[in-house]
């Protein structure tokens, strides 16, 4: 079984909830990924017995720094236990993006 058998699986028990942007599967030069608008996912499991960080996700504008010895991200990325879970998060994240920002008396 690839990770292209695997990823089909996945998506098939996600149903077919309407997305934002379509969902592309690429193979790159470190293996495979699924394009998901900005969004790129992958799937690459640590060495751990832990499952809930298995799927990891970034935008295209994603940026961090080396801040006292710690990276601080842009929150434009994170891991989950699915596939799923990270198209949500994507789709969260956009939503929080594009939330219109108040400013005014309070």
């Not at 909830?17 to 690429?26: L, V």
């Not at 699924?34 to 017995?49: A, E």
């Amino acid at each position: 079984m690839t990770a292209f058998d695997t990823l089909a699986a996945v998506l098939e028990a996600c149903g077919p909830a309407p997305r934002r942007y379509p969902i592309e599967h690429k193979k790159g030069l470190l293996g495979h990924y699924t394009r998901y608008g900005p969004w790129k996912i992958t799937f690459d499991p640590p060495p751990i017995p832990v499952r809930n960080c298995d799927w990891h996700f970034v935008h295209d504008d994603f940026d961090a720094e080396l801040i006292d010895g710690t990276w601080h991200g842009n929150g434009l990325g994170g891991s989950c236990a699915s596939f799923a879970d990270a198209l949500n998060e994507c789709d969260e994240i956009e939503d929080d993006r594009m939330a219109p920002t108040l400013i005014g008396d309070a």
